[in-house]
């Protein structure tokens, strides 16, 4: 698996995932030295080559210099994500994504909800983008960061959410006003697809649906922005 560009290089090196090697464009400056020093400093061997042979290891076609080789993207037990809570006293919160298909969309998604602070990243086996190096390229390094569980069954995950406790909230039009929910405790947030939405029998098994209110001519949001909206509008409400 490779992970191109510096910012997904760099946020790559502050973890703990294996790194086979780096390929360097030659002539190394700037930030490319930076992350020299750092793989340095980590044993990790880095091989210096042309850009020609960065070209054609690239599959972005913009790696900016550097790639990254690692092993596989290593998912995460859903067990495990609500059992280590990274907020204790505030409360679990998890995102759930319900026919996420464009790597765009579960790269952006990765990256609001890293930087919103939430605990892990849940999408299904069937029917969904998987982490691969176009997503972690996307999420500027987030997924990096992030944990994330594939699960067999996204209605199954809800319901394992709810015995432990967790509120879960079905981001969708004809919903609550989102604006009034407190957002107390540990919660769960569900993103569908641009096109299909949370499907039926996910919106369900949740607590409750929640719309965003839109005041314009277009009747929805790009699934990453109503992520974006919706989760800083929770942290909002949680810091009070």
């Known amino acids: 698996m490779k992970t ?17 090697k780096i390929l360097m464009e030659k002539g190394a400056q ?14 990790i061997r880095v091989q210096f080559a042309e850009r020609a042979v960065l070209d054609k290891e690239s599959e972005s076609r913009r790696h900016q210099g550097v ?16 059992r280590e809570k990274k907020d204790p006293d505030r409360g679990g919160f998890i995102v759930l994504c319900d026919g996420i298909e464009d790597v ?16 892990g990243v849940v999408i299904p086996k069937a029917g969904s983008a998987s982490v691969t ?36 909230y079905a981001l969708e039009a004809g919903g609550e006003d989102i604006y009034k929910e407190d957002f107390s405790g540990n919660i769960a947030l569900v993103v569908g697809g641009e096109d299909s939405g949370v499907r039926r029998l996910t919106k369900e098994r ?30 909002r409400r949680r810091r009070e």
């Open 4 to 20: 191109e560009g510096r910012n997904a290089v760099a946020e790559l090196l502050k973890t703990d995932r294996n790194i086979d």
């Open 30 to 43: 700037g930030s490319l030295s930076v992350l020299f020093a750092e793989a340095r400093k980590r044993g």
């Open 67 to 82: 790639i990254a080789f690692t092993t596989e993207y290593e998912y995460y037990d859903l067990d495990d994500i609500i």
């Open 104 to 119: 765009h969309n579960l790269g952006s998604i990765l990256r609001v909800a890293e930087c919103a602070g939430a605990d």
């Open 133 to 168: 190096e176009s997503v972690i390229r996307i999420s500027a390094g987030a997924a990096e960061h992030m944990k994330v569980a594939r699960v067999p069954n996204l209605v199954s995950a809800v319901e394992t959410l709810k015995k432990s406790g967790y509120w879960v």
């Open 206 to 235: 949740c607590d409750k649906i929640l719309s965003i209110p839109l005041y314009g001519k277009v009747n929805s949001l790009n699934a990453s922005v109503a992520l974006g909206v919706a989760a800083y509008e929770a942290v």
